[in-house]
């Protein structure tokens, strides 16, 4: 089985600057395609970023060029340093892993995923 635990979340002004880290414990972690999704209340789960064993990245259009995801395999940590932030970024920022994604789904889908994280609030004020 495999864990992963966020941290980095908390309270910030808008234009201000988090930087979450997801730590994965398990083996193989280089062998999973990695992945930060967000919720916000009454909302569903979104994507946010996502990082694939190469190390190829896929960023929401709505974060695109203030977010970025990033792994560090030596440390089995995925990172995502957000920058720039708004108040409706504001949400529980998850990180999700997996290793034998289901044929035809792609890593933008929160159901690609086969482990989560308990999440990080992320509050971005005005």
């Known amino acids: 089985q495999v864990q992963l635990v966020e941290s980095g979340g908390g309270l910030v002004q808008a234009g201000g600057s988090l930087r979450l880290s997801c730590e994965f414990s398990?083996?193989?972690?280089?062998?999973?395609?990695m992945g930060w999704f967000r919720q916000a209340p009454g909302k569903e789960r979104e994507f946010v970023a996502a990082?694939?064993?190469?190390?190829?990245?896929n960023h929401a259009d709505s974060v695109k060029g203030r977010f970025f995801i990033s792994r560090d395999n030596s440390k089995n940590v995925a990172s995502l340093q957000m920058n720039s932030l708004k108040p409706e970024d504001t949400a529980v920022y998850y990180c999700?892993?997996?290793?034998?994604?289901?044929?035809?789904?792609?890593?933008?889908?929160?159901?690609?995923?086969?482990?989560w994280g308990q999440g990080t609030q992320v509050t971005v004020s005005s």
């Open positions: 990082i694939g064993r190469s190390g190829t990245t």
């Open positions: 999700a892993a997996d290793r034998f994604p289901p044929p035809g789904i792609q890593p933008t889908m929160a159901g690609f995923y086969d482990y």
């Open positions: 398990g083996l193989s972690f280089g062998s999973y395609f």
